[in-house]
């Protein structure tokens, strides 16, 4: 079975490479692919096929997908392009012969309000009108996304956020790579959608309360109406658009819309699923 997996040159994409391989999947089965190909020089030198691709050129697209019988279609980066982009990608697939596409999606995204679901959903839209089989991994918020915010929590001792009491089931981003991995490799759960998040969630109490047991330091949650962390986080230099994304998703937090923890993605991956709590420690002992 050959294999591509796209953005393998992002930190999601990378990983899903590196289980493939880890499951015993052989180098020359699988495809590595992505715009900068100097960062896959690795892979390459590790039996990987590697070759540079852009969501935005068809042709780039056709080669890289040339052969494969699964693609591992890591979702674009490119916030508000990501549904002509996928859209590039899949019409390349149908061109190449896929047989089967996995998807990286968010949470609930036909029904959330989630600030990240539109594209996602469309993109949904898109793989049901295909002819190609598909599985849509719904993927959870990674913990990763949290390890400036440890950084910054343990330095000045407090974590600050608009989240109120809103949890967050996440995990860790290795968890979602190798889901991916486990499905192109097995071509199990076609035709499904699967839910995919950490088996516990946390809120800001929680999120203090790892960080104080991890570091030994008193780490303490302020939850701030919107408009004064929009002070604070504009003091800080960000960017009006990256403070309104912010601001939205973490009143898409407060409103419950990355709770939900389950087992599936546990299930899929044949082990618990890595908590906060674990990366923090994995951070704080690598800094050490």
Not at 65 to 85: H, K
Not at 258 to 269: H, N, Q, S, Y
């Amino acid at each position: 079975m050959k294999i591509t997996v796209t953005g393998a040159t992002g930190s999601l994409g990378s990983l899903v490479v590196e289980h493939l391989l880890a499951r015993g999947v052989d180098a020359s089965d699988v495809t590595a692919t992505g715009r900068d190909t100097a960062k896959l020089s690795v892979l390459a030198e590790r039996g990987v096929r590697v070759i540079g691709s852009d969501y935005d050129d068809a042709a780039t697209l056709d080669a890289a997908f040339d052969g494969a019988d699964t693609l591992v279609l890591v979702s674009s980066s490119a916030i508000g392009r990501r549904v002509e982009q996928h859209a590039n990608a899949l019409r390349a697939a149908e061109r190449a012969g896929v047989q089967h596409v996995v998807y990286t999606s968010a949470p609930h995204a036909d029904t959330s309000p989630l600030v990240l679901a539109p594209e996602h959903k469309a993109t949904e839209a898109l793989l049901v009108a295909s002819p190609i089989e598909t599985t849509v991994l719904r993927n959870n918020w990674y913990n990763e996304n949290y390890e400036q915010a440890f950084g910054q929590a343990t330095a000045t001792g407090t974590y600050l956020a608009s989240t109120g009491a809103g949890k967050v089931a996440s995990a860790a981003r290795s968890d979602y790579a190798e889901a991916a991995a486990v499905i192109a490799s097995t071509g199990r759960h076609r035709g499904e959608t699967l839910e995919l998040a950490g088996g516990v969630a946390w809120d800001g109490e929680e999120f203090a309360a790892a960080a104080s047991r991890v570091t030994g330091r008193e780490v303490r949650y302020a939850s701030v109406p919107a408009e004064k962390y929009r002070e604070v986080l504009s003091g800080a230099g960000l960017d009006d658009q990256v403070v309104d994304f912010v601001l939205a998703l973490d009143d898409d937090i407060a409103h419950g819309l990355l709770d939900g923890p389950t087992e599936v993605l546990a299930d899929v991956i044949g082990h618990p699923t890595m908590t906060l709590e674990d990366s923090f420690s994995t951070w704080f002992h690598r800094e050490s």
